[in-house]
């Protein structure tokens, strides 16, 4: 415990003693029929907070889903007041129809800023626009999609594979949340920067760069949550614990991309084109000369990339190994394609009841599980709740992934078919994707994700390269839940431990 949060700590007896005198004289503010956790003057609802940090994502869920509009307002300390909702009329209104009254905003910027800095995701305005501008335009390039495809594939025959076969004729237990994460470090590292951190090896090493990247998502992630953001800012002024551990960590990654750009750069001036495919040689090919402009881009599309993908995995093999009806729909697509599903885009594209599947785990984990807006001025949302300016607004999928009001009674079951048509001429499976609004895992709007294809090309290889010749097999008890916890992007605490079974 550091000497800010003691010194906080010893002053809520204190506080509590004040509040002792006001309880009689408020009203309670929690309804008969909601969650809503009770508030003070001073603290909000702090002793909530602190007692949940742990299971917010849940918490959080928990009180929406007790709600008649499935939307409630939390009281921080100091009275800061942030809006909580899973109604996807107001999410349509944050996302879309008042866009450019809802923004990332000073909070967010400045908490994210020493490690993202100025890049797409921490943005707003006009040089949000100009990075969306550039890196729309290379995302929907096809010579792109053929570099991803290559590094998935080779990444799944000569890495993935070869270490669950290991695994597998080992019956050694595996960390797969961990396998998953170095696999799309490993990626998306070769798509962003063209360079391979070969963090995905037999004795799964220590790579000085990933360690960095995720102490970096960590403590950054770990700002949001304080009760007061001036702890981690007084913090940051003397260089202390979390803030001091983070600055050594954004200096190594900063620079360590700076390195990579210089050298693109060079090789750029030397030869007057690039040969690689890769986005940031994609960036200075085409006049994206600015050190701190391309480093920026780049980092957060690192981000992007590095964890969505895995936490998508991770808790989807842990959902298909309780659902085996699912899983032998999965493995019998898989059986009807050609034995080189993994070379073949058309083929991955096409395996309907696999993205199905995919689109079910991530309703009920999507790897982002909430996002935040900060309101530039005074609003109402569709359900009638009022937002004034400064404050911020969250929609939450995980909870709108667990609402009977918009996934009707079964949305407890795990249940690929609730995006299938069945063609009755053919009999193949059609997917029906669901309003982005309802579904607002990949965001939506003009900020929806740029690389959703991409994910789910890489998703798929993955899914399809593993299932076709492995069971993976929880090590955990039967019954015993993992927990879902989150930084920037989800996460099961603890890791996801299991062993590896070749099929027959």
Same mark, same amino acid.
């Given at each position: 415990? %550091?000497?800010?949060?003691?010194?906080?700590? =010893?002053?809520?007896?204190?506080?509590?003693?004040?509040?002792?005198?006001?309880?009689?004289?408020?009203?309670?503010?929690?309804?008969?029929?909601?969650?809503?956790?009770?508030?003070?003057?001073?603290?909000?609802?702090?002793?909530?907070?602190?007692?949940?940090?742990? $299971?917010?994502?849940?918490?959080?869920?928990?009180?929406?889903?007790?709600?008649?509009?499935?939307?409630?307002?939390?009281?921080?300390?100091?009275?800061?007041?942030?809006?909580?909702?899973?109604?996807?009329?107001?999410?349509? #209104?944050?996302?879309?129809?008042?866009?450019?009254?809802?923004?990332?905003? #000073?909070?967010?910027?400045?908490?994210?800023?020493?490690?993202?800095?100025?890049?797409?995701?921490?943005?707003?305005?006009?040089?949000? &626009?100009?990075?969306?501008?550039?890196?729309?335009?290379?995302?929907?390039?096809?010579?792109?999609?053929?570099?991803?495809?290559?590094?998935?594939?080779? *990444?799944?025959? /000569?890495?993935?594979?070869?270490?669950?076969?290991? +695994?597998?004729?080992?019956? @050694?237990?595996?960390?797969?949340?961990?396998?998953?994460?170095?696999?799309?470090?490993?990626?998306? =590292?070769?798509?962003?920067?063209?360079?391979?951190? *070969?963090?995905?090896?037999?004795?799964?090493? /220590?790579?000085?760069?990933?360690? +960095?990247?995720?102490?970096?998502?960590?403590?950054?992630?770990?700002?949001?949550?304080?009760?007061?953001?001036?702890?981690?800012?007084? @913090?940051?002024?003397?260089?202390?614990?979390?803030?001091?551990?983070?600055?050594?960590?954004?200096?190594?990654?900063?620079?360590?991309?700076?390195?990579?750009?210089?050298?693109?750069?060079?090789?750029?001036?030397?030869?007057?084109?690039?040969?690689?495919?890769?986005?940031?040689?994609?960036?200075?090919? %085409?006049? #994206?000369?600015? *050190?701190?402009?391309?480093?920026?881009?780049?980092?957060?599309?690192?981000?992007?990339?590095r964890d969505t993908t895995s936490a998508a995995l991770t808790w989807f093999f842990w959902l298909i190994s309780k659902n085996p009806e699912a899983e032998s729909e999965i493995?019998?697509?898989?059986?009807? @394609?050609?034995?080189?599903?993994?070379?073949?885009?058309?083929?991955?594209?096409?395996?309907?009841?696999?993205?199905?599947?995919? =689109?079910?785990?991530?309703?009920?984990?999507?790897?982002?599980?909430?996002?935040? @807006?900060?309101?530039?001025?005074?609003?109402?949302?569709?359900?009638?709740?009022?937002?004034?300016?400064?404050?911020?607004?969250?929609?939450?999928?995980?909870?709108?992934g667990r609402s009977e009001e918009i996934w009707g009674e079964d949305w407890a079951e795990f249940k690929p078919e609730r995006w299938l048509n069945k063609d009755e001429m053919?009999?193949?499976?059609?997917?029906?994707? &669901?309003?982005?609004?309802?579904?607002?895992?990949?965001?939506?709007?003009?900020?929806? =994700?740029?690389?959703?294809?991409?994910?789910?090309?890489?998703?798929?290889?993955?899914?399809?390269?593993?299932? $076709?010749?492995?069971?993976?097999?929880?090590?955990?008890?039967?019954?015993? *839940?993992?927990?879902?916890?989150?930084?920037?992007?989800?996460?099961?605490?603890?890791?996801?431990?299991?062993?590896?079974?070749?099929?027959?």
């Open positions: 415990m %550091t000497f800010i949060d003691l010194l906080l700590f =010893c002053l809520i007896p204190f506080l509590f003693i004040f509040l002792i005198k006001f309880k009689k004289t408020r009203k309670n503010p929690i309804s008969s029929n909601t969650k809503i956790p009770k508030s003070y003057p001073i603290i909000g609802s702090y002793f909530s907070i602190l007692a949940n940090q742990e $299971q917010r994502i849940q918490w959080i869920s928990d009180i929406i889903l007790s709600t008649p509009k499935l939307t409630f307002t939390l009281i921080r300390p100091l009275n800061f007041h942030t809006i909580f909702t899973a109604n996807p009329s107001n999410v349509q #209104h944050i996302l879309k129809t008042n866009f450019s009254v809802y923004q990332k905003g #000073h909070n967010s910027n400045s908490t994210l800023a020493d490690f993202l800095s100025n890049g797409i995701f921490n943005v707003d305005g006009d040089i949000w &626009k100009y990075q969306r501008q550039v890196a729309s335009h290379e995302f929907n390039t096809k010579s792109l999609r053929k570099f991803v495809e290559s590094v998935v594939d080779i *990444e799944v025959s /000569e890495r993935l594979v070869p270490i669950l076969a290991n +695994a597998a004729a080992e019956k @050694k237990v595996v960390d797969i949340q961990d396998i998953l994460q170095r696999f799309a470090f490993d990626n998306i =590292c070769k798509i962003a920067f063209g360079y391979d951190p *070969e963090y995905l090896l037999p004795n799964l090493p /220590e790579a000085e760069f990933a360690v +960095a990247f995720e102490d970096c998502v960590r403590l950054s992630s770990e700002r949001f949550i304080l009760p007061f953001p001036l702890i981690w800012k007084i @913090k940051r002024v003397f260089g202390i614990g979390s803030e001091k551990k983070l600055r050594i960590a954004v200096e190594k990654v900063r620079e360590f991309a700076k390195k990579l750009v210089r050298e693109k750069q060079r090789e750029l001036n030397e030869k007057s084109s690039l040969d690689s495919a890769d986005l940031l040689s994609r960036f200075l090919s %085409t006049g #994206h000369s600015d *050190e701190d402009f391309v480093v920026d881009i780049v980092i957060s599309f690192i981000l992007a990339g493995l019998k697509e898989i059986g009807e @394609k050609e034995e080189d599903v993994l070379m073949r885009y058309d083929e991955v594209k096409n395996m309907m009841y696999t993205h199905a599947s995919l =689109c079910e785990s991530m309703r009920f984990y999507p790897p982002v599980p909430m996002d935040s @807006k900060e309101a530039v001025k005074d609003d109402v949302l569709p359900d009638g709740t009022f937002v004034k300016k400064g404050m911020r607004v969250t929609y939450h999928p995980y909870a709108m053919t009999g193949n499976w059609m997917f029906v994707g &669901k309003d982005a609004f309802t579904y607002p895992v990949f965001q939506a709007g003009p900020r929806v =994700c740029l690389g959703k294809e991409m994910a789910f090309l890489q998703m798929k290889r993955v899914v399809a390269g593993v299932l $076709q010749r492995f069971k993976v097999v929880p090590v955990a008890e039967k019954g015993v *839940e993992p927990m879902f916890i989150s930084y920037l992007t989800a996460k099961m605490k603890g890791g996801f431990p299991v062993t590896i079974e070749e099929r027959m």
